[in-house]
């Protein structure tokens, strides 16, 4: 684990972090707008993989805590939408 943050303790090193970082952020925010791919899940991995090599400098427990409750918040009204969709146009509960 300490070769991790030897590698990605320079200013290249923090260079690529960010840009991995935003590339998984922005497949994710597209998997909000197609179903395949899981956007909030991804977005989150990504802020805490990257605060886990930062070694928290730049992104707080407290941010990502607050990432976690905006997730569980999305999956949830995410949920709620798609059940009543369902039942407005009368999908069985096992066809969601």
């Known amino acids: 684990m300490e070769n991790i943050f030897?590698?990605?303790?320079?200013?290249?090193g923090q260079i690529i972090l960010i840009i991995v970082t935003l590339?998984?952020?922005?497949?994710?925010?597209?998997?909000?707008?197609?179903?395949?791919?899981?956007?909030?899940?991804?977005?989150?991995?990504?802020?805490?993989?990257y605060a886990i090599i930062d070694k928290f400098h730049h992104l707080s427990p407290w941010t990502i805590l607050i990432l976690i409750?905006?997730?569980?918040?999305?999956a949830i009204i995410d949920w709620i939408t798609t059940w009543f969709t369902a039942k407005k146009v009368g999908i069985s509960f096992w066809g969601l």
């Open 6 to 12: 030897y590698e990605f303790s320079g200013q290249e």
């Open 23 to 49: 590339i998984i952020m922005l497949i994710g925010l597209v998997g909000e707008i197609l179903p395949v791919i899981p956007g909030m899940v991804l977005i989150w991995i990504a802020a805490l993989i």
């Open 69 to 74: 409750i905006i997730w569980l918040l999305a």
